[in-house]
């Protein structure tokens, strides 16, 4: 005796509707939604809403319950498969673990069992981590289109917190590819659905730190003012240390490019205090090969060596490719700082030689690094190049005022030579 098992899912009716209505994906859609999306809904790929099934329904010239099906929920639901639930634990599991690798392996296999069963909470959750665990392993641009899907999502765009926090977390991906005027819109979207009604001081934050550090990397230090005076605002209202930590790593990091040394470094021995390894072990590692950089730019060696000693000994285990060549841009300033220009530069150009590509204004800071300790050699030919390298880059990046500031030191240099004897 043979058993039907198929899950009658809002997909599996809506193409049986359909197929009774002779219509195509294209005709079902009408005006409103393209043949593609109807397919998406089928599949499960796409779950709808409110509005979604009341237009189609109209199309088809069903009531809205028959498309419902008799269990209103079960568009939304679908099967309850256990090794669907067993594959989402595993996703959570790893997310408590922090190995990004095996994130995103689990919440692959998770996503993809999700989507055949039509359960948008766990797609979307396993798709989340998928983005999460990419950026994390530095695959950025794997890392953006899964975010592109996600905020396409009618989850997401039921919610002004989650487009948010996507927003937020594109902008990043988007900087560390380089491609900073897309960063800069993706974070200023952020920042302005951050006021809506829903959303929490804590997602705001993210998205203001977001929008700061892409202006930084764009050399917009004027346009900062603003979004640091929000940060500032809404710190007493952030909770978690993990955030707190991240908010005075950013304020500290304005703080120091603002010439305020002691208040950077106030802010950064609150963020070493607040963020712990036990929590996220590369963002641990990575405040401190930062906060070693931004010192030794001040003129304030002391404790670099231990900054940078305990970045190495933690990214050595959980840091990506940009991670590593950063830790090596550290030492390279550390090296300059200590009167060591010959190894700087030996430093500069293994990052520059490293098979992984860095972003364009990731370049060009080894090149600006690197002008300084040809500098110091009194390699003055050398130091013009580094400096075309760094503007060519930092245009690339669309981070003009940077760009425009080497250009004027490399005419600087050039007069310097014209004038020497």
């Not at 109209?58 to 067993?86: H, I, M, W």
């Not at 060549?325 to 430093?347: D, V």
Request: aromatic share 4%.
């Amino acid at each position: 005796m043979s058993v039907d098992t198929q899950v009658d899912t809002f997909g599996s009716r809506l193409k049986d509707l359909r197929l009774r209505a002779r219509l195509s994906q294209s005709e079902a859609g009408g005006e409103r939604y393209s043949g593609s999306y109807i397919s998406h809904l089928e599949s499960g790929r796409r779950l709808p809403n409110d509005d979604v099934i009341r237009y189609l329904a109209d199309r088809l010239g069903v009531k809205d319950d028959e498309l419902f099906g008799a269990d209103r929920r079960s568009y939304a639901v679908g099967s309850t498969d256990l090794s669907l639930l067993e594959a989402d634990a595993a996703v959570r599991e790893a997310e408590r673990n922090g190995d990004p690798a095996e994130l995103n392996a689990r919440a692959e296999v998770a996503s993809a069992m999700a989507a055949k069963s039509q359960r948008a909470d766990i797609w979307w959750h396993a798709v989340r981590c998928q983005m999460h665990a990419r950026a994390a392993m530095g695959e950025f641009a794997a890392a953006g289109e899964l975010g592109d899907e996600l905020l396409r999502h009618p989850i997401t765009q039921g919610s002004a917190r989650l487009q948010v926090e996507i927003l937020s977390h594109m902008a990043r991906s988007r900087r560390a590819r380089g491609q900073l005027v897309q960063a800069s819109d993706l974070a200023e979207r952020a920042v302005e659905l951050s006021t809506e009604p829903g959303v929490t001081p804590n997602v705001r934050a993210e998205a203001l730190m977001s929008q700061i550090s892409t202006m930084m990397d764009i050399g917009q230090a004027s346009a900062v003012t603003t979004p640091m005076a929000q940060l500032r605002e809404i710190r007493s209202e952030v909770i978690g240390a993990q955030v707190l930590g991240q908010v005075a790593w950013v304020l500290g990091n304005l703080a120091f490019v603002a010439g305020e040394t002691e208040l950077g470094e106030r802010e950064h021995a609150t963020a070493l205090e607040l963020l712990k390894p036990e929590v996220d072990l590369n963002m641990w590692a990575r405040l401190r090969q930062a906060s070693a950089r931004f010192r030794l730019e001040a003129g304030h060696p002391e404790g670099v060596a231990d900054l940078i000693d305990a970045a190495a000994l933690a990214l050595s285990l959980v840091g990506n490719p940009g991670d590593l060549a950063n830790l090596e841009m550290a030492r390279a300033a550390h090296a300059l700082a200590e009167h060591r220009p010959e190894e700087a530069i030996l430093l500069c150009q293994g990052v520059l030689n490293e098979p992984t590509p860095l972003s364009p204004q990731s370049r060009a800071e080894v090149f600006e690094l690197q002008h300084r300790a040809l500098v110091a050699l009194g390699d003055l030919v050398g130091a013009r190049k580094a400096l075309l390298d760094a503007a060519t880059k930092y245009e690339e990046a669309g981070a003009w005022q940077r760009a425009l500031a080497m250009w004027r030191m490399r005419a600087g240099l050039e007069t310097e030579t014209a004038e020497a004897p």
